[in-house]
């Protein structure tokens, strides 16, 4: 083995002797670093080099100091080259050779911790260890660190960033559960319990197997980072959350560290979802308390649900809509902001469920002189609502004849991609999939009724994990098509990702609409035989309330 020694040269720490020394008048040394390294001696490959000097000696002598002071016969401390002295005892031998130098503390400390750094089978936390200690004690900056060890910058901020693993994680990594690579992804994330909660999902996997270091940083991208163009706070702010100051300078932001968030494409990426989670709440009750002040109304939780069920992108219940969406019985598309002016105030905010941002909502029919006196100009609707009940009504056949290709397609799912890459690719998919489409999926898969849907949809990843292979192709294609399976009143454009799969696998869809208009034929021939279709009755003022809510 190669003692490397250190760089720092001084009068004191001249060699005085090469000497061949009695083992007995050598003893351990007694340092910190010496300490921890005692405690993962590998057994087996001490024997080795045991078996190794009885055969050849030992080749390269072991560094000493002289132990000064007491009544004792001459006596050395073990500077470096413990484990050959150990092994020589093991071999049976009584003296081993030696380079007995004059050395102080701090030279002591130096060589061993540079030594054991370029120990053979050292684990890397024991090196992050080292490299901190002569930070610490010795006054190196990254750069020296690097020169002095013959690393990258990168390399070393990685390491040291190992430190930041807590108790748990460091124990799975001494246990071999999890690779460098792969701790470092944990010690990453700033928050003992959300990294023990990463770690429990990384070492038991996919069926209890533990995930490849790439479905590990899939995972903690997906659950433990944000963009924070997404935010609903603003990132500029020094006081929203105590301690943390603007997102712009804070350290955990990915463009902030690139050596250690090199493999995030976007600088923008808050890598902490605790803080977030606290400046998002905190935001939220400024801005209630702004809008109240105001004399608006915020609705969040259990009320902004019950108004945006999945999410304030999709279609709003109770005859809401966003300010800023487009009108669409306005000729010219603009959004309600736009019709109403841009001074113009909602009453309601809403509080998006998944993003956290605030909406400004309406109820357009408590503005209907508003947004004609603002240039409104819609097309007429013939005879009330009959021009609207139409168009549900082609809505709904559209959808009826998608969802028949739908389920053709799910029953000749091809088979091409297969194992883990299949697992990872399913996984990504769902989390990308718009969440009013994943609400549908779940009913569809059998994962819950409508009534628990919206509970489910959030406990998905344990069911994907349990799907067969045949099982994650099937959800692939769900995932990809569903969105376009439901037709709209408002949008009738071509499906064409569903089209063109089912032209692809060779199915007729010309056959398919054939069937299903021949079914609907049928079914109104039997209500008129029955009697059931009679002209529509005049609806009360109670019915025309329910039907627009």
Known sequence: MNTHVSNHSSPASVVLAIRNLALKSIEPSATAVQERRRTHYDAAALKDLAENIKAVQVIEPIIVRPKIGGKEPERFEIVAGERRWRASREAGLDTIPAIVRALDDSQVLEIQLVENLHREGLHELEEAEGYEILMRQHHY?????????????????????LLALDK???????????????????????VPALQQEALKAITQGWRGDPMSFRDAQQHIQDHYMTRLKDAPFDQKLADLVPGAGPCGKC????????????????ADVCTDPACYANKRAVWGKRIEAQAKAEGRTVLSGKDAKRIAPYGVNSTLQGGYVSLDKRCHEDSKGRTYRQLLGKDFKA????????????????????????????GLRAEPVPRGNDRERAQQQAAKRET?????????????????????????????????TAYDSRIRLVTLWKWAGKEKANEVVYQSDARIAKLSEEELRRLVVDCALIHEVRASAYDMSRPTNLLETAKRLRIDTDEIRRVLKGEQAAKKAVRERNGVQREPKKKSAKSKTATAS
């Open 141 to 161: 900056d990254i750069e020296q660190l690097s020169a002095k060890i013959g690393r990258s910058r990168a390399y070393v901020y990685a390491r040291l960033k």
């Open 168 to 190: 748990k994680a460091r124990e799975a990594f001494y246990a071999g559960k999890l690779t460098a690579a792969t701790a470092l992804l944990l010690a990453r994330i700033p």
């Open 251 to 266: 350290p955990k932001l990915s463009g902030n560290q690139p050596e250690l968030f090199g493999d995030i494409k976007n």
């Open 347 to 374: 009453d309601i905010l809403l509080q998006d469920i998944e993003s956290g941002r605030m909406v400004e909502i309406i109820k357009p029919s408590e503005h209907s002189d508003a947004l004609k006196a603002n």
């Open 400 to 432: 009826l004849f998608r969802e028949r290709v739908f389920d053709a397609i799910r029953a000749k799912t091809p088979n091409a991609i297969a194992g883990a890459y299949l697992r990872v690719v399913a996984h990504t998919m769902w989390q990308v």
